[in-house]
C-alpha cells in the first residue's frame, strides 16, 4: 500500500544497515532490505538530497521491487534510473515530487555492476551501486 507522509520522519520497519560515510575502506550503506516475500524488495528514501542507501544486491535475471520515498520539499524532484557500465540509462523511471512515494518495478538484469542514481541530482550521495549476481 502506498503512503503519502509529508513533513514527518518515519523509520522504516525493517533491518537497516548503517554504515559512516567517508574512509573508502567503509561500505556504503545499504537499502533497506523488506522483509518477508510480500510488497517491495527494497526501500530507499531520499532526504536532503542524499539516498538513505547506496547499495543494493539482486538476483541475476530475476525482476525486483523498490519503494521509492522523496522526503525531500514539494519543490524537489528525484527518481532512482539504472545504468550500465558504460553509463547509458537500462532502466528510466519517472521523477516524484518530495513529500511522495512509488513502488519501481525492475526487470532482471545480467549479472554485473550497475549504477542507479537520481536523474536529477547525479551526484556521489545519489548514485548507488547495484550488485546482480
Not at 1 to 13: D, E, Q, S, T, Y
Amino acid at each position: 500500500m502506498l503512503r503519502r507522509i509529508m513533513g514527518v520522519a518515519v523509520l522504516v520497519p525493517a533491518a537497516l544497515i548503517v554504515a559512516a560515510c567517508g574512509a573508502a575502506s567503509t561500505p556504503a550503506p545499504a537499502a533497506t532490505r523488506a522483509p518477508g516475500g510480500s510488497g517491495p524488495d527494497f526501500t530507499v528514501t531520499a532526504k536532503g538530497i542524499a539516498y538513505d542507501g547506496l547499495a543494493i544486491q539482486v538476483e541475476a535475471d530475476k525482476g525486483f521491487s523498490i519503494h521509492f520515498r522523496n522526503d525531500d520539499p514539494s519543490t524537489v524532484p528525484h527518481d532512482i534510473d539504472i545504468r550500465d557500465a558504460s553509463d547509458k540509462i537500462t532502466q528510466d523511471k519517472p521523477t516524484i515530487e518530495g513529500g511522495k512515494d512509488v513502488i519501481y518495478g525492475f526487470t532482471g538484469l545480467p549479472a554485473g555492476t550497475y549504477k542507479f542514481e537520481c536523474s536529477i541530482h547525479p551526484i556521489p550521495a545519489m548514485t548507488g551501486t547495484l550488485t546482480v549476481k
